[in-house]
């Protein structure tokens, strides 16, 4: 068994390769590069919509609703809302590939009202996405794109739920953010804005303003990711003695920066400087509270450029009154913009309103960076920077590009054999591949098959962002077995069967030995083909439609069914007879271009030697 409603296999790194593209981010580390955004080449696949997402004013949701949006861009491209000021680079890329609405300072009704007339909303930590905000969408949105790393301020859950992407620019302003978290050090650290401040008041306060050095010092990098790692270089090169807390930071990465990483007791109680560079998440929100700055060595100063989430600022201001905490630097508040906060009018506390992100290298570079995220999405892609969706190399998804089309339809076709009134509950795919599970990634054909089942039964738009997710919401439990199959490990998959237990069918034949709904396909020079249903082999192109016959297997049937059909209009595309043994059952799968009307079937179903048979709509 590989895996039940969880992904099989999960590639924790992806490797993209190198493409010469006019948009290629060059604050990207070396090592890594972006696919080519607009290039014809590129695999495309619609894992992200099902409708077509260029294709907007389609939609039913929006004919009924007269929108300032629809009337100022009435052309088939997307929309894109911008809510909070983005970098000139990244919206030219935007403009050049779809209309671009910059409204800044919505308010949260402005925001939903306006949002279900655009495909794709980017934002930086100003702007809350919220639950309602993806309920006033109503299916239109596809991404939301995070201009920056934290995505504290977008509702993960309720995008998800939504089947709405969520990407984000991890990369371009870390840099920016760890210079700003050493500016605050130093500047806090030798009394720069306070004593400023006392200057352009007229005074000269050479005693008041005296500092504490800093070489020597310990300080505690609390969250050794991208910025703390960048702190901890800088501050060793003013010659601090650098220890870091991170539960999940590698020890390898820490030592070859001559960072020693320790407990989080251990760091906040023999550190002279903390610096604080972890997410807002449920397990660090308030996590410097009461407890923890009584812990604290007294006088610690403290720098805060992550979140103002991670620190219960009631529990600081007692501890700066107290003088615990000497001194406090915050570029980062619970509530941004704070409202009459003590803090802020401290006068220990060195504050700026979160400007770590906020250099004109770092604005540019993050907004290429979500803009390339945000247009891949909409055209298709699977991004690198994805939140809530699992990350799949293009390499990856080129060759699965004609399973994801195969897993659909045999999805498709297994539910519409299921009898009315049978509740699905079970559906096991079985791939059969000479690949070694671990380089099987099945996450994409999954969602297919659950896209291809769910979806003619229920109004749920299902994509790799909610396939799992609605599933598992309608009780769908989606197992999953593979099968070495002694073929070419040059393709994923030699087939891939489908079976759906416990239900009766409308079409009894398709049910195998073991009483399961049961249809295999595999893919024959690139395209998808029916090559198994219940225990009859066939061998069918699947598109347009299907007819699927079982008759007593005698001479004469595939010209009495053909004529049926040649002479009703309906054009037959394939044609693919199997049997069990020689004069007993056989049964025809026909590819039809059309949908036979209803006399037409009645004609089939006539035929003395008929014994079942069923249109299937692909
Ligand atoms: N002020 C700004 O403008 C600004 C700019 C950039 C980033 N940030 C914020 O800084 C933070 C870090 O950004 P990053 O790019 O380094 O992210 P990152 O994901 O690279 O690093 C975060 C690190 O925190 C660690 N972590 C998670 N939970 C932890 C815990 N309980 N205790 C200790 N460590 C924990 C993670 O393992 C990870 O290594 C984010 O919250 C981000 O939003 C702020
Ligand atoms: O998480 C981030 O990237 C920073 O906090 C930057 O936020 P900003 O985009 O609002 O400046």
């Known amino acids: 068994m590989i895996a039940s409603t969880v992904p099989s296999s999960s590639k924790s790194s992806i490797n993209l390769p190198t493409y010469a593209t006019p948009f290629k981010s060059s604050f990207l580390p070396s090592s890594f590069s972006v696919p080519p955004r607009f290039s014809p080449s590129t695999p495309r696949f619609q894992y992200l919509t099902i409708t ?17 949006l629809d009337s100022i861009f009435s052309n088939s491209k997307p929309t894109i809302l911008v809510s909070e000021k983005l970098g000139d680079a990244g919206l030219d890329l935007l403009k050049s590939f779809a209309n671009v609405d910059c409204s800044y300072n919505l308010s949260p009704d402005d925001l939903c009202s306006k949002i279900s007339m655009c495909d794709a909303l980017i934002v930086r930590s100003g702007t809350k996405v919220n639950r309602q905000v993806f309920e006033a969408a109503k299916g239109r949105l596809k991404v939301v794109g995070r201009a920056g790393v934290g995505i504290d301020n977008v509702d993960l859950q309720a995008a998800t739920e939504f089947g709405c992407l969520v990407v984000n620019a991890p990369t371009a302003n870390t840099i920016a953010a760890a210079e700003h978290a050493i500016a605050l050090l130093s500047a806090m650290a030798r009394n720069v804005a306070q004593a400023d401040a006392s200057m352009k008041a007229g005074k000269w306060q050479r005693n008041k303003y005296v500092g504490v050095s800093m070489v020597g010092k310990t300080l505690a990098i609390m969250g050794f990711g991208k910025v703390g790692s960048e702190v901890a270089r800088r501050a060793k090169g003013l010659g601090m003695h650098v220890v870091a807390h991170d539960p999940y930071a590698p020890a390898d990465r820490a030592r070859a920066i001559g960072v020693e990483l320790i407990s989080f007791d251990q760091a906040i109680s023999t550190a002279d400087f903390i610096s604080l560079h972890m997410p807002l998440t449920p397990t660090t929100s308030k996590v410097f509270n009461d407890e923890t700055f009584s812990k604290m060595k007294k006088g610690v100063r403290i720098i805060n450029v992550a979140r103002g989430g991670v620190i219960d600022e009631d529990a600081l201001l007692k501890a700066l009154d107290s003088g615990v905490v000497a001194q406090a630097a915050l570029d980062v508040f619970t509530e941004e913009p704070p409202k009459d906060s003590k803090l802020v009018h401290h006068e220990n506390v060195t504050a700026t309103p979160h400007l770590g992100a906020s250099t004109k290298e770092a604005q540019e570079g993050v907004a290429v960076e979500i803009a390339e995220a945000v247009v891949g999405a909409l055209q298709g892609e699977l991004s690198a920077t994805a939140v809530n969706a699992p990350m799949v190399a293009p390499e990856v ?177 394939f044609m693919s007879v199997g049997r069990t043994v020689r004069g007993k059952k056989a049964i025809m799968a026909i590819g039809v271009d059309e949908e036979p009307d209803k006399s037409t079937l009645k004609k089939i179903g006539d035929v003395a030697a008929v014994e079942e048979f069923v249109f299937l709509g692909l």
Not at 52 to 68: F, G, H, I, M, R
Not at 493 to 518: G, H, M, P
């Open 52 to 68: 077509n997402v260029l294709k907007t004013e389609d939609s039913p949701n929006l004919s009924s609703t007269a929108s300032n």
């Open 397 to 573: 998804l080129s060759e699965l590009a004609p399973y994801v089309a195969l897993t659909e339809k045999l999805g498709r076709l297994a539910v519409q054999l299921v009898a009315g009134g049978s509740g699905i509950k079970s559906v096991k795919v079985v791939y059969r591949s000479a690949r070694d599970p671990d380089d099987l990634d099945t996450r994409l054909v999954r969602a297919m098959i659950v896209k291809g089942i769910i979806e003619p039964i229920s109004d749920s738009i299902i994509n790799l962002v909610n396939a799992d997710f609605i599933a598992k919401q309608k009780g769908l439990q989606i197992s999953e077995e593979r099968v070495f199959a002694n073929s070419s490990p040059g393709c994923p998959f030699d087939s891939i069967q489908v079976q759906i237990s416990n239900v009766k069918s409308k079409f009894a034949s398709a049910l195998s030995d073991n009483d399961e709904i049961s249809v295999e396909g595999r893919v024959k020079y690139g395209t998808p083909h029916l090559t198994r249903v219940g225990s009859f082999g066939v061998d069918v192109s699947l598109e347009g439609n299907l007819i699927l016959c079982r008759q007593v297997d005698q001479p004469g049937m595939i010209g009495m069914v053909g004529g049926i059909l040649g002479m009703n209009n309906v054009n037959v595309s």
